[in-house]
């Protein structure tokens, strides 16, 4: 029986070829692991009303961990319309499969690594070390949203005083999307990033928000964060609101060590630390739970590239490095890490987002003789 049971979500568009990629290094770092397919993305939204099918949920809670490619996701309106007739004007509304995911494992904690690999031509320093936390579960990925919102929902919505503008909308042109945060989740993610600073000797965390503006649910953030530095005096606890925190990043990213942000907020200024460290080609993920993870790039599938095999593969396969730093597979995993950092800076071997033409299969087999020769 094999030491692990890995459930192998490839997705949509590039997940496969990214995937493909990943297994490459898998099967030739002879991981003793078993690999365990399963179903998710648009393929199953249009044909079974459902991008997150139950069976792949059992499937998950039955293995160790997860690898996952990527998904497409539309607005609601694209994705009735590409529902089988059968399914459609059902009521079925098209919720995104990695967020449900999330959720539905209670994978709280989003680790994003945006470490520049020296020698990359796409950096924009090579000084630049950024892990983002991002919270998972909620926020305004909770889909708690209203279009239009029911009478019941606009009279709560109207004790509060400053609906007072929106008296006279008619309800079809108003919706509602609501960010809520629960103290647990602050704290966990705040809680996260301060431990993983200690641990890796980083000097400062970083909040990111907005609460001069969102008053309440950035503001409980502040509160937790200020009340847990406390518990650490020997990292930094900076605090910057999220605009500006874009702007610092373009002018000084190699400042900040460990940000932690809320889920919408999170996702933003990953994609923008990622871009400084070569782009989402690189810049892998880890989804957390208490017993559970799932590995992912931070990437979407990209469709105009799907079959192709010329995006990067390297963020899906540092996120297989995530992985095996997860189970425990430290010596695998740092040698991948190796591997991949000497590729990067031979630039023997470059996909298209480095000016090459080389495919991502090939970018995987030159990681692989890399692996081998150390
Ligand atoms: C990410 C992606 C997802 C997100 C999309 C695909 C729903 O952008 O993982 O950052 O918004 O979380
Ligand atoms: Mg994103």
Redesign the pocket.
């Given at each position: 029986m094999p030491k692990y049971h890995i459930a192998y979500l490839p997705g949509d568009g590039i997940g496969n070829d990214v995937m493909d990629a990943a297994k490459i290094v898998l099967d030739a770092i002879d991981l003793d692991a078993e690999y365990i397919h399963g179903d998710i993305g648009w393929e199953f939204w249009k044909t079974e009303g459902n991008p997150l099918p139950d069976r792949t949920v059992e499937l998950l809670k039955e293995t160790n961990c997860c690898l996952f490619g990527?998904?497409t996701?539309k607005s609601n309106e694209d994705a009735e319309k590409e529902l089988i007739p059968e399914l459609r004007n059902k009521g079925i509304v098209y919720s995104?499969a990695?967020?449900t995911l999330?959720q539905e494992l209670n994978l709280h904690t989003?680790m994003?690594y945006c470490k520049a690999y020296p020698g990359n031509p796409l950096n924009y320093r090579d000084d630049i070390d950024l892990v983002v936390f991002?919270e998972?579960t909620e926020g305004l990925?909770a889909g708690v949203e209203f279009r239009p919102p029911s009478k019941e929902v606009f009279n709560a919505l109207m004790t509060h005083k400053n609906m007072k503008k929106f008296e006279k909308i008619s309800l079809d042109d108003i919706a509602v999307s609501c960010r809520i945060f629960t103290r647990n989740a602050c704290q966990n993610i705040i809680r996260q990033a301060f431990e993983y600073a200690k641990k890796h000797n980083r000097g400062s965390v970083t909040l990111v928000e907005k609460p001069n503006v969102i008053r309440e649910t950035s503001g409980m953030m502040v509160q937790e964060a200020r009340r847990m530095a406390m518990e650490y005096p020997n990292i930094e606890l900076w605090e910057t609101n999220v605009d500006a925190m874009c702007m610092w990043l373009v002018k000084n990213p190699q400042d900040y060590d460990v940000l932690v942000s809320s889920?919408?907020f999170g996702?933003i200024i990953?994609?923008l630390a990622a871009q400084l460290v070569g782009g989402l080609g690189f810049v892998a993920?880890q989804n957390i739970g208490d017993n559970y993870a799932v590995f992912?790039p931070?990437h979407?599938?990209a469709p105009k590239y799907a079959g192709q095999y010329k995006v990067n593969p390297i963020a899906m396969i540092l996120s297989v490095k995530l992985m095996l730093d997860w189970l425990g597979e430290k010596q695998y995993a740092k040698n991948l890490d190796q591997a991949v950092a000497s590729v990067i800076k031979e630039r023997k071997i470059t996909t298209y987002d480095l000016g090459g033409t080389n495919t991502s299969l090939e970018m995987a087999e030159t990681i692989v003789k890399k692996y081998e020769e150390l």
């Open positions: 990527a998904i996701s995104g990695i967020v999330r989003n994003r991002r998972n990925y889920n919408m996702d990953s994609d993920s992912e931070i979407g599938s």
